[in-house]
C-alpha cells in the first residue's frame, strides 16, 4: 500500500545551523505534501505545505521541495531557533485512495 | 487553539472495557478524522467521514468503531477487541475530504491496564 519514509529520525543541530528533513513517497497519484510540527504535549499544526504543480515553497525561514520523478520531498529550516525543537511530520495526500498517509516523525533539537 | 476539543485529555481504563473518546468541531468542517500515535510510527488513520452518517474504516479500523450523527461530533469507541488500545488519540477536521489542510485536536492519551 501506500507508504512514507521520514529521515532521520531525530536531528540535533545547533542554534542559527540549517535543518532539512526528507521524506519519499510510494503513490504516484500523490498530489498535497503537508508538513506538521508538533511541540511537546501539544496538537500537530501546519507550518508549510506544498502541491504537486510547484517544486518549491517558502515561508520564511521555512522551505519545502518537491521532486515529483524522485517523489521526494524536503523541508529546509534555516536559522534555527530553540523554539523550532518540535517534532516534525511530513505527509502525503493521494488522490487514488483519498487518505493522507504521515511519515514517521523527526525529533529536531535545536541547541542554545 | 479553539475550534476542535477532545475530552478527556487522560483517561484509564480497565482492560476488557469499551472507553469512548469525544471529538467537536465547531469550524463547520464536513470532514472528521481519527488518528492514533504511537511513539516512532507518526499518525496512523482508524476512522474517517466526508459527511454526516457516513464513515469508512482507515488503515488500523480493527477493534475501534464510530459514528458521526451531527456535523460537529465524531466520537471513537475503543472496544476490548483493540488488542493494543494504549496509545495518544487525535481528531482532525477539515473542510473537505480532499488534498487540504486538517486541523487537529488536543489528543487525548488513553491508558489500558
Known amino acids: 500500500g501506500e507508504n512514507v519514509e521520514q529521515h532521520p529520525s531525530t536531528l540535533s543541530v545547533q542554534e542559527g545551523d540549517s535543518a532539512v528533513i526528507k521524506c519519499t513517497y510510494s503513490?504516484?497519484?500523490?498530489?498535497?505534501f503537508p508538513w506538521y510540527k508538533q511541540e511537546l504535549g501539544k496538537r500537530p499544526q501546519l507550518i508549510i505545505d506544498?502541491?504537486?504543480?510547484?517544486g518549491e515553497k517558502k515561508d520564511q525561514r521555512i522551505a519545502v521541495t518537491l521532486n515529483k520523478t524522485a517523489k521526494h520531498f524536503s523541508l529546509h529550516i534555516t536559522e534555527t531557533q530553540p523554539e523550532d525543537s518540535a517534532v516534525y511530520f511530513c505527509?502525503?495526500?493521494?488522490?487514488?485512495?483519498?487518505?493522507?498517509?504521515f511519515g514517521q516523525g523527526t525529533t529536531l533539537q535545536v541547541k542554545p | 487553539d479553539g475550534g476542535i476539543t477532545q475530552s478527556p485529555k487522560y483517561l484509564f481504563r480497565k482492560e476488557g472495557q469499551n472507553v469512548t473518546l469525544s471529538c467537536e468541531q465547531n469550524?463547520?468542517?464536513?470532514?472528521m478524522y481519527w488518528y492514533r500515535q504511537d511513539p516512532g510510527q507518526g499518525l496512523r488513520l482508524i476512522y474517517y467521514?466526508?459527511?454526516?452518517?457516513?464513515?469508512q474504516k482507515g488503515d488500523i479500523a480493527e477493534g475501534y468503531s464510530v459514528s458521526r450523527e451531527k456535523k460537529e461530533s465524531f466520537p471513537l469507541t475503543v472496544t476490548s477487541a483493540q488488542k493494543n488500545p494504549t496509545a495518544f488519540y487525535l481528531c482532525?477536521?477539515?473542510?473537505?475530504?480532499?488534498?487540504?489542510?486538517?486541523?487537529f485536536g488536543p489528543g487525548t492519551r488513553l491508558t489500558v491496564t
Open positions: 482532525a477536521s477539515s473542510i473537505g475530504q480532499g488534498a487540504v489542510e486538517q486541523y
Open positions: 503513490d504516484s497519484a500523490s498530489n498535497y
Open positions: 506544498i502541491r504537486s504543480n510547484v
Open positions: 505527509a502525503a495526500f493521494s488522490s487514488n485512495t483519498g487518505k493522507l498517509i
Open positions: 469550524l463547520n468542517h464536513d470532514a
Open positions: 467521514s466526508q459527511i454526516v452518517n457516513d464513515f
